[in-house]
């Protein structure tokens, strides 16, 4: 059996974001393939991304992003996450990409591989990437423990009608205090017993602009 060491080297370890009941794994949020561009973009969700400065731009956190964005690119990357998931997540939830999104369908469909290795864990990826997501749902049918939530472009739009055609859900951005249905910014800017971005019955979980 490979040490937990061992296992951290070939993926690039795992991140824990403060919010989060769970671990997750991040990579760079320059990256993204969409969200690079809707980044220059005002009005989007990307415009002022929280994993575009702050700590991020701290030299050991950029290097430890672009580290697991290599290591994904490995063979040996799939298994050795499903090993160290296995070995560590003790919440039974899991988020991917608290920064950044996936890379191409070949990831995206090694999270379908992870997720129907893992049964037992609950995953939630929130993406941008919606003609992946497309593709990949054309080939294959998602696991039930994957959470795909699209997530609108725009700050007060939704991408509710595109997930519903693709059966995943949603999540949104509002300036509109009223709409918001994420709690953890009720409650310290933490999740606490709250699930909702995980659980598949839940269309759409709006979050509010900051």
């Given at each position: 059996m490979r040490t937990l060491k061992q296992l951290e080297e070939l993926t690039g370890s795992l991140s824990t974001p403060s919010k989060m009941p769970c671990y997750s794994y991040n990579t760079p949020a320059q990256a993204c393939k969409t969200g690079s561009i809707l980044a220059k973009q005002k009005g989007t969700v990307c415009a002022g991304c929280y994993a575009l400065k702050g700590r991020y731009l701290f030299r050991n956190v950029k290097d430890a992003l672009t580290n697991r964005l290599e290591k994904l690119k490995q063979s040996a990357w799939k298994q050795a996450m499903i090993e160290l998931i296995q070995r560590k997540e003790k919440s039974g939830v899991f988020r991917w990409h608290d920064s950044g999104d996936i890379s191409s369908t070949d990831?995206?469909?090694?999270?379908?591989?992870i997720a129907e290795a893992l049964p037992s864990i609950r995953?939630?990826?929130?993406?941008?990437?919606?003609?992946?997501?497309?593709?990949?749902?054309?080939?294959?049918?998602?696991?039930?423990?994957l959470n795909i939530r699209l997530s609108a472009f725009?700050?007060?739009?939704?991408?509710?009608?595109?997930?519903?055609?693709?059966?995943?859900?949603?999540?949104?951005?509002?300036?509109?205090?009223?709409?918001?249905?994420?709690?953890a910014y009720k409650q310290g800017g933490v999740c606490g017993d709250c699930r909702a971005c995980w659980d598949t019955s839940v269309e759409e979980v709006v979050y509010p602009k900051h």
């Open positions: 990831h995206l469909h090694m999270l379908f591989d995953f939630w990826l929130p993406t941008k990437e919606f003609a992946m997501v497309r593709e990949v749902l054309q080939q294959r049918n998602r696991p039930s423990n725009k700050v007060d739009a939704s991408a509710v009608e595109h997930a519903r055609r693709l059966g995943v859900t949603a999540s949104g951005v509002t300036t509109d205090k009223a709409k918001v249905t994420c709690v």
